[in-house]
């Protein structure tokens, strides 16, 4: 059975820091590409953060670039989301993304695997 299961989200005060994690089982889910979207009430699932199988790629969106960095730990089947200078703006329910292609993970995931996500409030 593949999934992927979310943890790590939170209450937050604004310029504080969270870490995300994303566990996967499933073997074929181990080479595939992965990320993380978000989705703010009222808004479309966006893209956050991506990385390459091999972890030698990484991708940003421009909202969180310098602030969010994509790990992960293939050794554990896991994949990161560290999350530091955290704003408002940032509240929303972080998904995890499994997709064999990057170009998959870093558009929409279309054809893709989701976790059930997990919620991020950053207060004011």
């Known amino acids: 059975q593949v999934q992927l299961v979310e943890s790590g989200g939170g209450l937050v005060q604004a310029g504080g820091s969270l870490r995300l994690s994303c566990a996967a089982s499933?073997?074929?889910?181990?080479?595939?590409?992965k990320g993380w979207f978000r989705q703010a009430p009222g808004k479309e699932r966006e893209f956050v953060a991506a990385?390459?199988?091999?972890?030698?790629?990484?991708y940003y969106a421009d909202s969180v670039k310098g602030r969010f960095t994509i790990s992960r730990d293939n050794a554990k089947n896991t994949v990161y989301l560290q999350m530091n200078s955290l704003r408002p703006e940032d509240t929303a329910v972080y998904y995890c993304?499994?997709?064999?292609?990057?170009?998959?993970?870093?558009?929409?995931?279309?054809?893709?695997?989701w976790g059930q996500g997990t919620q991020v409030t950053v207060s004011s």
């Open positions: 993304a499994a997709h064999h292609a990057i170009v998959g993970v870093t558009g929409t995931n279309e054809g893709g695997y």
């Open positions: 499933g073997r074929i889910l181990s080479s595939y590409a």
């Open positions: 990385i390459t199988y091999s972890g030698g790629s990484t």
